[in-house]
């Protein structure tokens, strides 16, 4: 005869929020990977590239914590941008230890040749969540993104 397993506390996995969050983020992304595949630059580039086109000229530190990454990880993902001539790193005037980043005319052109696409993908998914559900849905997110779990 088989013992019984105790029921477990957590939550059933389709009601779990960090898988729930999960797949979700993969159904979302599945498109924008395909897009991104077209122009040759991974998420996280693309995040790091799209951070600089709206922000301006960055600091790495502000550009990791604004495209989620890690700062080993973002200091590959500018070296490979580089490489493509898509971004640009030069001293920061005050302080010689320090670098600063910007966007170059070929990485806001490639923005801009992802753009229509982009718009595209995010206008499906508005048409198919509707717009006060998508308003909604990143207000929560941001919220939860702001919580201090610790």
Same mark, same amino acid.
């Given at each position: ?31 924008? =990977? ?20 709206? =922000? ?7 550009i ?11 200091? =590959?993902?500018?070296?490979l ?21 910007d966007?170059?005319?070929?990485g ?43």
């Amino acid at each position: 005869m088989t013992e019984k397993k105790p029921k477990s506390a957590l939550p059933q996995t389709n009601r779990s929020l960090p898988i729930a969050m999960l797949r979700a983020r993969e159904n979302i992304m599945a498109p924008y =990977r395909k897009m991104l595949g077209k122009v040759g630059v991974t998420e996280q580039q693309w995040r790091v590239l799209r951070v600089l086109e709206e =922000r301006g000229t960055m600091d790495p530190k502000d550009i990791a914590d604004a495209a989620c990454l890690l700062n080993p990880s973002l200091t =590959r993902i500018m070296q490979l941008l580089e490489r493509k001539e898509l971004i640009a790193r030069r001293d920061h005037p005050d302080d010689k230890r320090k670098v600063l980043v910007d966007i170059t005319a070929p990485g806001s052109a490639l923005i801009a040749e992802a753009m229509p696409e982009s718009s595209e993908i995010s206008a499906k998914l508005e048409a198919r969540f509707g717009p006060k559900q998508r308003r909604e849905l990143l207000n929560l997110l941001n919220e939860l993104s702001e919580l201090d779990l610790d």
